[in-house]
């Protein structure tokens, strides 16, 4: 792979695809993965998509999907774009059916109140298990959009507006993403795109894992979403990728140890014995012993 040229499309149109991402097996081995959480789900919203299902935290679901967020691919343009310990932010499948109109146009880390234009916090992969094409939903895509300003951008979906009509001139803008299945597309945070709409007659099946640098909040709360009984079995670097590290000097310790001891057998919390709010005492003093520290 070549890095130096996947990055310069990145820095130049905002997206690079990697055509070959997953083989024919991989793709079955996906597909089988999927296949248990399907029909079960529809979106909410019109950013979910009425007629859209999404599978969130997808990274816990499976070894499949474990190994695809370590993808060494990606990790080696993270590595190049991110500061070291990025995060995880996102992971979820989300298969269009037909009939689902146009999602806003939006950028993925729009909820970073920075000023555009700006650098990405965030960077997104969408891995295509249905062929893309511009009748069946394929993700759309401005080229050149992760450069400009909020001016540039005014009328798009920013988390309040999903029923708003695109601002025309974005509309005119969009580029529909025609990848075959198997194929990645890695794009910038700050590019603006949609998922198209589905009118063809079979639904478009994609997942997307995004990641983020790691003093930046992530969009999925991984530390709820996957237990940590499930997170002991994956790899350090997996573990990493979920926020299990520290980013220097010391933001993301629990109570003031490394993270990664939360996930040793013998853990005891550190607040395990401190008494609930109504064993506290008239003179405010807690019953029991205090326990400041975690001391495993
Ligand atoms: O499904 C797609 O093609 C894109 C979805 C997307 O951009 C999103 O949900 O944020």
């Not at 990790?75 to 774009?81: N, S, V």
């Not at 000097?249 to 040793?264: D, I, N």
């Amino acid at each position: 792979m070549q890095v130096s040229r996947h990055l310069e499309e990145l820095d130049a149109q905002g997206w690079t695809v990697f055509p070959d991402f997953l083989d024919r097996g991989e793709l079955e081995r996906v597909r089988a993965g999927l296949a248990p959480f399907l029909g079960a789900h529809a979106g909410r919203n019109p950013f979910e998509g009425l007629r859209t299902e999404r599978i969130y935290t997808l990274v816990g679901r499976g070894r499949v999907f474990e190994a695809i967020v370590m993808d060494a691919r990606v990790l080696a343009l993270l590595d190049r774009l991110l500061l070291p310990g990025y995060l995880l932010t996102a992971s979820q499948a989300i298969c269009i059916h037909p009939g689902e109109q146009a999602q806003p146009i939006h950028y993925d880390d729009t909820f970073y109140p920075i000023p555009r234009p700006r650098r990405s916090i965030s960077y997104s992969t969408i891995v295509a298990v249905d062929d893309f094409t511009a009748e069946n939903g394929g993700t759309e895509v401005i080229p050149g959009s992760h450069r400009w300003s909020d001016a540039e951008i005014a009328g798009a979906y920013d988390g309040r507006n999903a029923d708003a009509p695109p601002p025309p001139a974005l509309e005119r803008a969009l580029v529909p993403m025609e990848v075959a299945a198997g194929a990645c597309i890695f794009f910038a945070g700050t590019l603006m795109h949609r998922g198209g709409a589905n009118r063809s007659a079979a639904p478009r099946l994609a997942f997307s894992n995004q990641y983020c640098e790691p003093w930046a909040r992530t969009q999925e709360n991984f530390y709820l979403g996957v237990p940590p009984e499930r997170v002991r079995t994956m790899a350090p670097r997996l573990q990493t990728l979920l926020g299990y590290e520290i980013y220097p000097p010391f933001m993301g310790h629990v109570t003031a140890s490394h993270p990664t001891k939360v996930l040793r057998p013998d853990y005891v919390n550190a607040l395990a014995d401190v008494p609930p709010a109504s064993m506290i005492d008239e003179a405010g003093g807690r019953i029991g012993r205090r326990s400041n520290q975690e001391t495993a």
